[in-house]
């Protein structure tokens, strides 16, 4: 996983908020504002994170999750201020120490009309050569990726919330992800469920996929009883908040991508189907390297 487009999506996200939000000319002096305020922050970010304090991003996975999570939820308060004391400030300045990180980048980003480069770095090593098992893992229908991401939040999809309700069990505000092992089991449940319940899983977009996101950006995640009971004894996990999905990567059937710029309509479902729509089982499915 890429550090670099996690970063630059968090502040291109909050830059496309104020665009949405304000006409064009409110926008264009509330950019004004912020290109003044962020040439005197962003500098001073950059020396205090040469100087050790705080560290880098990549470095901090949990503060980069919750600088994820303020700018998805509350980034138009960059140009609107909030009504809530402080929020505006603390979303500038979240931005602001991004940007600085941005910056550190091969290459540099270009974003709020400049250019920001620091001299003589290298690319920071990024996440994308974890090994799988410092990956957890979660199985959702194909077509509940777009509004996943639009809302920018992983939710919990219809199976699990079905299966709990009939268990009498409550669900609000958990996700649910697996260890590797658990892949396969999961991805039975789903494939049975999508061949009972529709003639055509395909068409109707009940073809579950393999999303995926690195265990330091869930470093609150516990022992999930009864997914694990579920699971056949592998351990499962839950979490009790919203999961931004900046950090998530589908398995396309050919290479994991970031879910927020994958094209969903390239997803190979050949790799998942059979020709007449109805959904391998496990055995026949194209599955990521480590988890064959």
């Not at 912020?34 to 304090?53: D, F, H, K, R």
């Not at 509350?74 to 931005?95: C, D, M, P, T, Y």
């Not at 001299?119 to 990726?145: E, M, Q």
């Not at 709990?164 to 505000?173: A, E, F, H």
């Amino acid at each position: 996983m890429d550090p670099q487009k996690i970063l630059s999506g968090m502040v291109i996200q909050a830059v496309e908020r104020g665009k949405i939000l304000l006409a064009d000319e409110e926008f264009g002096r509330a950019m004004a504002l912020l290109q003044l305020a962020l040439q005197t922050s962003v500098p001073l970010y950059y020396l205090e994170i040469q100087m050790g304090a705080p560290k880098p991003l990549w470095d901090d996975p949990k503060k980069m999750q919750e600088f994820q999570l303020l700018l998805a939820e509350h980034g138009h308060a960059l140009f609107i201020r909030n009504e809530k004391k402080g929020r505006s400030a603390k979303v500038f300045n979240a931005v602001a120490e991004s940007i600085a990180n941005l910056c550190q980048f091969h290459g540099g980003v270009t974003v709020f009309g400049f250019h920001w480069q620091a001299p003589g770095v290298s690319r920071p090593k990024g996440l994308g050569d974890l090994p799988y098992g410092d990956f957890l893992y979660h199985i959702t229908w194909i077509r509940n990726l777009a509004s996943i991401r639009e809302t920018q939040f992983m939710v919990p999809s219809i199976v699990t919330r079905v299966n709990w309700l009939k268990k009498g069990l409550s669900i609000k505000g958990k996700q649910f992800f697996t260890e590797p092992a658990g892949v396969h089991v999961w991805l039975s449940i789903y494939a049975d469920k999508a061949n009972l319940e529709s003639p055509h899983p395909r068409d109707n977009g009940m073809v579950p996929v393999i999303l995926r996101i690195p265990k330091p950006f869930l470093p609150d995640a516990t022992i999930d009883a009864q997914g694990t009971k579920d699971a056949g004894g592998i351990p499962s996990v839950q979490v009790k908040r919203k999961v931004p999905t900046g950090t998530i990567e589908v398995w396309t059937g050919h290479d994991w991508d970031l879910l927020i710029d994958v094209d969903l309509a390239k997803i190979n479902l050949a790799a998942m189907t059979f020709p007449n729509g109805k959904v391998k089982d496990v055995s026949n499915y194209r599955l990521p390297r480590g988890l064959v």
